[in-house]
């Protein structure tokens, strides 16, 4: 994953960001490997190109639609630390619950993947194989009074750039505008939606399940 911001008078933040690239690193199994490249104003592409001559193969334009399903979809709420997992998943069953009960959710084609890496995540999300991502370790770490690991900036900036560029929603736990300095220490939380239909749909059941979590 690669990032770049232009020269500017303060520290650069996410806000400031004018490139994105996200690409695979297949291991020898892999004959082929998927990238992402975005750049200010334009579209996010996604390419993919043979592993031993880098010939490519295909190039398009990826751009968001107005699908807000609920179910038939993959909806990860990262579990890294086993300390953590417990409660995230109370908060993952207390989410998925309310799209049940309000939305008319198939819980049986409600589907995990404990992708570990955010930058992997945010790729998938921008390419539609994701409804939503949420990272909200820092947060739930900050409430309970201990610490965890997080990602931060190089591990996700430009990630985050090319999800935007792509149509996805990308902000903070509680839907919060997301930027941060690209420091090596910052912590970074976030949840991303496919697109904007998706995160009109889901984020008020999630902030619930969030707010649930705050009172136990």
Same mark, same amino acid.
């Given at each position: ?5 232009? =020269? !500017?008078?303060?520290? &650069? ?5 004018? %490139? ?19 750049? $200010? ?9 043979? +592993?031993? $001559?880098?010939? +490519? ?5 990826? $751009? ?11 909806? =990860?709420?990262?579990? %890294? ?11 993952? /069953? ?12 198939? +819980? ?6 404990? %992708?570990?890496?955010?930058? !992997?995540?945010?790729? +998938?999300? $921008?390419?539609?194989? %994701? ?14 009074? /201990? ?5 931060? =900036?190089?591990?996700?900036? *430009? #990630?985050?750039?090319?999800?935007? #560029?792509? *149509?996805?929603?990308?902000?903070? &736990? ?17 949840? *991303? ?10 984020? &008020? ?7 649930? #979590?705050?009172?136990?």
């Amino acid at each position: 994953m690669v990032s770049f911001a232009g =020269p !500017g008078a303060l520290a &650069p933040r996410l806000a400031d960001l004018s %490139y994105g690239l996200v690409s695979e690193i297949p291991d020898s199994r892999g004959g082929r490997y998927r990238s992402l490249e975005a750049h $200010s104003n334009s579209p996010c592409t996604l390419e993919l190109r043979e +592993l031993a $001559s880098d010939t +490519l193969l295909s190039r398009r334009t990826l $751009s968001p639609n107005s699908d807000a399903r609920v179910d038939h979809g993959y909806f =990860p709420f990262f579990r %890294y630390s086993p300390d953590q997992r417990p409660a995230l998943a109370t908060i993952e /069953t207390t989410f998925a619950e309310r799209l049940r009960v309000h939305e008319g959710a198939n +819980l049986r084609h409600f589907f995990d993947d404990q %992708y570990i890496s955010n930058a !992997g995540q945010l790729f +998938l999300l $921008s390419i539609g194989t %994701y409804r939503m991502i949420a990272d909200v370790r820092g947060w739930l770490a900050r409430r309970m009074g /201990t610490t965890t690991v997080n990602s931060h =900036p190089y591990d996700v900036a *430009g #990630a985050i750039f090319c999800a935007r #560029a792509a *149509g996805c929603v990308v902000d903070g &736990p509680l839907g919060a505008e997301l930027d941060f300095e690209l420091d090596v220490t910052t912590a970074v939380d976030f949840v *991303g939606f496919v697109n904007g239909a998706t995160a009109r749909r889901l984020r &008020p059941h999630l902030d619930l399940a969030l707010e649930c #979590a705050t009172r136990a």
